[in-house]
């Protein structure tokens, strides 16, 4: 990490430590007149600066478009010390950095169990069958051939998003301790339209969804779930799924824990119990009271973070400023976010900002006046269910 920006070497501290309670009371506050900005003349506004003088780029200067060089220190960031290899390992999401809804594809966390498989789409296939009337091999080609194609926007967490802080704030910021997701717009075609064709057996009641990776990561989906909105897809905001994200094919979960959603989809097949894989028995089981390990957590519950100020975004200037940050639920939409200034004593109800989207992240703002006092934030989503989020002494109570 020896290309971290200065500002993620500041203390997170300073946002996190046992801090004053000059904040509570900073609510929000419809923004008055002169909010920022400086008095004419502004040097930089009156000295005309070296790119006004001469031409810029051609159009023909990145084929793909890239950020702005300013931009470079927004990337995907990895903990060397966590995995043994970067093949079985992840990649985290600059959350700090990003703003709306959409994760950029270039940025979106990625987690693989056996390396990024690179698949050639004229070979690869997609099997179903298992107790199915007519089992079906099916080509790209095939897939996008097929009727009734959507587009969806949803988030993916990984089960163990939010683990690095289990122990306490330890790594510097809201990328390493909640980047382990991402919310993209997703093309394909309803899991339930390949069901229909192939026929699945009445007594059928859970599917086996296997990737094309080294790792052959595996598990079992149960038949509501198939049936209700799942899709098979393989564009992501507007173009191909990167090789990371499973390229040329994924299965979408949505509001389900990560490691069902297989990336490099090869196979399906159906039966009438789950087949208790890897990935569902000794990993991805929830440890709680005497040893007992809950198993089949799926929908993942509501959750929030505030992205900025962060480790990584400080405010620098002391005035108006925003509050930042994301929320999201594996049961419908996010309703409510709270966000606390004095370590979860006093609350303020942010402001949700449109669009809010069932199983998508959401976006929450905050406008308020910082006058340079430390301040111990905190965020607190509730979702249309009525769940709120715990604090983290809450919920070891129950799920230890
Ligand atoms: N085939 C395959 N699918 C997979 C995985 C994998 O290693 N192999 N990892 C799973 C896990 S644990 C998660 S959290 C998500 C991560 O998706 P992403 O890489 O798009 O972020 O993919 C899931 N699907
Ligand atoms: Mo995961």
Redesign the pocket.
């Known amino acids: 990490m020896s290309d971290r920006d200065p500002a993620e070497r500041l203390s997170r501290r300073r946002f996190l430590g046992a801090a004053g309670l000059a904040g509570a009371g900073a609510a929000a506050m419809a923004p008055r007149m002169a909010m920022a900005g400086t008095a004419v003349p502004d040097p930089n506004i009156v000295n005309i600066p070296e790119w006004s003088l001469s031409l810029g780029d051609g159009v023909d200067a990145h084929p793909y478009g890239v950020p702005s060089e300013h931009e470079k220190s927004v990337i995907r960031r990895t903990v060397p010390w966590l995995t043994a290899t970067t093949e ?1 390992s ?1 990649a985290f999401t600059p959350l700090y950095a990003l703003d709306g809804i959409i994760t950029p594809n270039g940025l ?7 390396g ?2 690179q698949i050639d789409p004229a070979r690869h296939r997609l099997m179903i069958h298992g107790m199915v009337d007519k089992p079906l091999v099916f080509t790209m080609e095939d897939i996008k051939r097929m009727p009734g194609r959507v587009n969806r926007i949803y988030f ?5 998003n939010g683990a690095m802080e289990w122990h306490g704030a330890q790594m510097n910021g809201c990328q390493f301790s909640h980047g ?1 997701i ?1 919310n993209v717009v997703y093309t394909g075609i309803p899991l339930k339209t390949f069901l229909d064709q192939v026929g699945v057996k009445p007594k059928a009641k859970w599917l086996l969804a ?4 080294d ?4 598990r079992s989906i149960p038949m509501e779930k198939a049936l209700d909105d799942c899709l098979v897809a393989f564009a992501m905001n507007g173009e191909a799924l990167r090789p ?3 390229y040329p094919l ?2 979408v979960v949505p509001g389900w ?9 090869r196979r399906i097949e159906v039966g009438d119990e789950p087949w208790q894989q890897r ?1 569902e028995t000794s990993k ?1 089981t929830d440890l709680v009271k005497n040893g007992i390990a809950r198993r089949f957590t799926w929908a993942m519950d509501a959750k929030s973070v505030i992205t900025s100020p962060s480790p990584q975004a400080p405010y620098k200037v002391q005035g108006w400023n925003v509050i930042s940050g994301i929320a999201w639920t594996g049961r419908g939409k996010v309703k409510r976010v709270d966000v606390s200034f004095d370590g979860g004593r006093n609350w303020v109800t942010a402001r949700l900002e449109d669009p809010v989207l069932p199983l998508s992240m959401t976006r929450f703002y905050l406008d308020f006046e910082w006058k340079g006092q430390e301040m111990l934030l905190q965020s607190r989503a509730m979702d249309e269910t009525g769940y709120v989020q715990p604090t983290k002494a809450e919920l070891r109570k129950i799920r230890g």
């Open positions: 079985s992840v979106c966390f990625t987690r693989d169990h056996g990024a498989a993916l967490e990984c089960a163990a382990m991402h296997e990737g094309a990776d790792a052959c990561m595996s990371e994200q499973g994924r299965l824990q990560g490691n069902m959603w297989i990336k490099w989809l990935e991805y």
